[in-house]
């Protein structure tokens, strides 16, 4: 046969690409395998390149050690990669004797320096086939990379064509690859490990059997998941002839690769341990950052860069490399391209990363300058020539300011941007905002506030032009939501004319990759109806848009309103979302504004307590300090510890919900966070910013759930489609539809429904499941799952699978919403969870999950909207800034009782005016009732409401007689009821305050 199609096949195609590369050929057998088992190191390579590089040293512990030389560095050598592991003491060396020995050669910055460069060529890089590593076993690895004997990359590769994929090349690592064997020991040996096939590479950093977590490492096809074809090549070539070629690998060895510490919490927030792991750039780091680089070495300082990455995609990350190389960056005569570098951030994290990356690599302190200080601070560092500058955006008015002065250094400013609210600090202007106002002053108050807080791409974008055009300066922005103000500034002018960003990881990519979550896969929206009356004689003229938002505010802060949604979310998190990410999963509250952060507290503590839950506590962020009813609350008074500790505390144990009034909406990463209940009206950027708190994978994480009492799914998607080049709404608002699924399914005649109710009987057979019950189930399904493969041609089988999955995704949101019961359609939904994972997967599939979780929610307030499909579409385009119309134009005013009339009509039910007036009458009897008000006088107004609700049913039972179907609906339905009774209390007791004043 001409074609060898096999797994060697493709080894030897890599082999043979990367010794023409320079690359040596190595088998480790005989005595090197030997010594390999037991070091996991290629021996006599090791010192193949000490001796030509270092011989000198080598003789000084000749001299010490004797005929033992080999044994004792060996040993030192390994005592050492052991405790520091082996990306440290690649980059440093080791010590033996007080004799240094180099076991890697950084290519130099220069070749002006022919003995550095001289070195640097001596480097050993070799690759191995069919490495059999262990005493224990003979079990070999299909490929080895190694630099000086030392073990770099280990590569499994599969070729679909002999019906193995990268899936398969994964697996082997988690089944057959023993972490304790020291190849693979975590940090020890190993740098990374790539599961390759001819159309994929996935990399891992850490072996952990079946929870090794294995990362996408391929470019992206056309916006999305996997690779581009290659002509004549294959799609993955890029890996061998471009990341692991001799420059590109000891560029990654020595300026990208770190380890990272994360601080392991207990419940109380304490530092227990300490997390390690293993940062290795994925493809798109890798590829924006040289890139970057490459562009400013051939354009030098005065140009702006604009990356345009997913939320969730590394951007920490990849500001942290990009700072340390432009640092470090040099021209063509060897002169440092910039003064300083300078991050504009908001966020702590990348403090301490960096810092702790910039010291890794360099191995030396003092080259990372924190600003948080004054403007004064940020000169002297200036005038110091200070690497690298880390400040917040509130200081970026001073920077530009500054480096205006300092006309003769030239700066790479990177701005962090998507990420620089996270402490809500551009709102502190709001702190005794509302102190001595009324509640509809403060609520206005808080409104213009918010609104007036100007968007961060908007702020920088202002600060930039105000300061005119700056040779000596280059932008490099970061963010995942461009506005067309941040393209128009930092965008790089195509051939079409127009701004565009100079590299992009689009959401979509990242989505497909499973790198991030899809955050609108569990959407679910309610819809809160009201009605609300005129309470006064007149019948005022008033601006229909403010009066319409008073009257929305007034409704939404309402006592009933807050603890109706309190009561929905709070349950909704006990059923659901605490079992979740391995009973770790977390919630956050987005509220409308401070104040309503402040009530929703207050009702979140009150119904915990009052029901008894000891399993979650809530936990509040808003800046400054809200007024109401005479008190005072702030973020630390109400959660009883300081606003810098709030990220620690909601990560431990102890704090499972976050209500957040603005602050932690934007750059707030916390894996943990499962599920978002929105009380706020959402669009654009900011929608995107605040639902993507949610994206964050980590182990046991597998999906997002999101609840909206304000927002429908047209406006949620409109918002991300401009960031992720799809449109479109997969399912409708009526549950009918399941209906049509069921009949379109039918047709495929995939399954019949003798077997739908054959696995329905082994689930619901009531007996303990046993492996009997296992077999029965695959030879029940395996039926239909031969007539997928045999009788229906590949589209078909795509639009049954598609359709599959709409019914179960389908059927899962009307359990959760709606009291629905068809005992057809579960049988259906129970037999398609189970077929649609034994259906041959695609390659470009993601992994299937099935959420079969049901939950039942309260009919007076939930709307079913289903969940928003992403569908490609080919991007989007924002309309350029553009000028007003001339002139703000009078606001169209309308009578009280016309506004209130329209929002009845909106958001009310079914009240008739013999209602309304029987409404009046249950109050005017309260209040001119005598007793009641001596015990309103005599009592607090908590104790009594006991009195008031007592005489409220007597009341209604008296007037049964005149409106019995208003009066029974009160004593029928308890929600109902409660609603009558809380609206009407406040008016009762203000009614009797009159009457005894």
């Not at 512990?61 to 030389?69: A, N, S």
């Not at 690779?227 to 070539?237: C, L």
């Not at 007036?452 to 040779?471: C, P």
Request: net charge negative; proline share 2%.
């Amino acid at each position: 046969m001409a074609i060898d199609y096999t797994e060697k096949g493709l080894e030897t195609n890599i082999e043979d690409w990367l010794v023409q590369s320079g690359y040596r050929s190595k088998y480790i057998e005989g005595n090197d395998l030997e010594a390999f088992k037991n070091y996991a190191l290629d021996v006599q390579v090791l010192f193949e390149f000490l001796e030509s590089t270092q011989s000198k040293s080598l003789e000084r512990l000749r001299k010490v050690y004797k005929e033992q030389m080999k044994e004792k560095v060996l040993e030192r050598l390994n005592k050492e990669l052991s405790s520091r592991g082996i990306i440290d003491c690649l980059r440093h060396g080791i010590k033996d004797y007080g004799v240094t020995l180099r076991l890697a050669y950084n290519q130099p910055v220069s070749y002006m320096n022919r003995t550095l460069a001289d070195l640097y060529e001596k480097n050993i890089f070799s690759i191995s086939r069919q490495v059999y590593y262990s005493s224990q076993n003979n079990n070999s690895i299909d490929m080895l990379v190694s630099l000086n004997g030392l073990p770099i990359a280990v590569l499994e590769l599969k070729n679909p064509l002999t019906n193995q994929t990268v899936d398969d090349a994964k697996r082997q690592y988690m089944r057959d690859r023993d972490p304790k064997e020291l190849l693979f020991q975590f940090k020890k040996r190993a740098i990374v490990f790539f599961a390759v096939d001819p159309d994929e590479v996935y990399m891992a950093t850490r072996l952990e059997k079946d929870s090794t977590f294995f990362l996408p490492f391929n470019k992206g096809d056309n916006g999305g998941k996997g690779n581009p074809p290659v002509a004549n090549d294959y799609k993955t070539a890029y890996l061998w002839k471009e990341v692991l070629q001799k420059h590109s690998l000891i560029d990654i060895l020595f300026r990208f690769v770190f380890v990272q510490q994360e601080d392991i919490l207990d419940s109380t927030g304490e530092v227990i341990d300490k997390k390690e792991t293993v940062i290795f750039p994925r493809y798109h780091q890798l590829d924006v950052v040289r890139k970057i680089e490459a562009d400013v070495k051939l354009l030098g300082v005065g140009t702006n860069y604009l990356v345009q990455h997913s939320a969730g995609s590394g951007k920490t990350n990849s500001i942290s490399w990009l700072t340390h190389r432009l640092a470090k960056l040099h021209d063509s005569e060897d002169n440092a391209i910039f003064n300083s570098v300078i991050v504009i951030t908001d966020r702590r994290v990348l403090d301490k990363q960096l810092q702790d990356a910039v010291y890794q690599l360099e191995h030396k302190a003092g080259m990372v300058a924190k600003i948080d200080k004054d403007s004064s601070q940020l000169a002297n560092e200036l005038v110091n020539n200070t690497r690298i500058i880390i400040t917040t955006l509130q200081k970026f008015p001073f920077i530009m300011e500054k480096v205006g002065e300092f006309a003769r250094g030239k700066y790479a400013i990177i701005i962090d941007e998507a990420h620089s609210s996270q402490g809500g600090k551009s709102a502190t202007a709001m702190t005794n905002i509302l102190s001595d106002k009324t509640l509809e002053e403060a609520l206005e108050a808080d409104r213009i506030a918010e609104e007036n807080m100007e968007d961060i791409d908007e702020k920088i974008v202002e600060t930039i032009v105000k300061s005119g055009k700056q040779d000596n300066i280059s932008f490099f922005a970061f963010t995942a939501t461009p506005k067309a103000k941040t393209l128009e500034k930092f965008g790089r002018m195509g051939t079409d004319g127009k701004p565009h960003a100079f590299h992009v990881y689009s959401m979509r990519q990242a989505i497909e990759e499973g790198f991030i979550l899809d955050v609108l896969a569990n959407y679910t929206t309610y819809k809160t109806y009201y009605k609300v009356a005129k309470m006064i004689e007149d019948d005022p003229e008033v601006a229909s848009s403010k009066a319409t938002k008073e009257i929305a505010k007034y409704v939404s802060l309402h006592p009933h309103n807050i603890a109706q949604k309190t009561e929905i979310m709070i349950e909704h998190f006990r059923r659901v979302t605490r079992h979740k990410i391995g009973g770790r999963a977390k919630a956050m509250v987005v509220t409308a504004s401070r104040l309503h952060a402040v009530k929703y507290k207050q009702a979140f503590d009150k119904y915990i307590a009052n029901k008894g839950y000891t399993d979650m506590k809530a936990v509040v962020a808003f800046s400054g300090t809200v007024e109401d009813s005479g008190a005072s609350y702030t973020e630390p008074l109400m959660n009883g510890f300081g606003e810098k500790e709030l990220p620690d505390k909601f990560h431990s144990d102890e704090y499972r919900v976050l209500l957040v009034a603005e602050k932690y909406q934007t750059g707030f990463d916390e894996p943990l966070l499962h599920t978002m209940f929105v009380d706020k009206k959402l669009d654009g950027i900011k929608a995107v910013q605040t639902l993507s708190r949610l994206n964050r994978t980590c182990k046991g994480k597998n999906d997002t759930f999101i609840l909206d009492f304000v927002n429908d799914a047209e406006s949620i998607q409109k918002a991300f489609q401009p960031y992720y080049e799809v449109t479109g709404l997969s399912d409708t608002t009526n549950p009918n539809i399941l209906y049509d699924l069921q009949r379109e399914l039918d047709t495929y005649q995939v399954y019949t429904e003798h077997e739908v109710m054959g696995v329905s009987k082994l689930e619901f057979s009531g007996k303990k499941k046993t492996t009997k019950t296992q077999e029965k189930l695959n030879a029940i399904l395996d039926v239909a799952v031969e007539r997928y493969k045999n009788e229906l041609q590949k589209e078909r089988q795509d639009d049954f699978k598609s359709t599959g999955m709409k019914f179960i995704r389908t059927y899962s949101f009307v359990l959760q919403i709606a009291p629905f019961i068809d005992v057809e359609l579960h049988k259906l939904y129970v037999y398609l969870n189970f077929l649609l994972k034994k259906l041959p997967k695609n390659q470009s599939e993601s992994v299937y999950l099935a959420d079969e979780i049901a939950l039942q929610f309260y009919r007076n307030t939930m709307v079913f909207e289903g969940s928003i499909a992403l569908e490609v579409q080919g991007g989007a385009q924002l309309n350029p800034t553009s000028h007003g119309g001339g002139g703000g134009k009078e606001e169209p005013t309308d009578r009280l009782s016309a506004i209130i009339n329209r929002l009845n009509e909106r958001f009310g039910t079914d009240f008739t005016d013999t209602d309304r007036l029987s409404y009046e009458q249950i109050k005017e009897d309260i209040i001119n009732d005598d007793d009641l008000a001596q015990k309103a006088r005599s009592n607090t107004k908590d104790n009594f409401k006991f009195s008031y609700e007592k005489a409220f049913l007597d009341i209604v039972i008296g007037r049964m007689g005149q409106n019995e179907k208003f009066f029974m609906k009160i004593l029928e339905d308890s929600d109902f009821k409660t609603a009558v009774m809380d609206f009407m209390f406040e008016e009762v007791y203000k009614g009797l305050g009159d009457k005894m004043a």
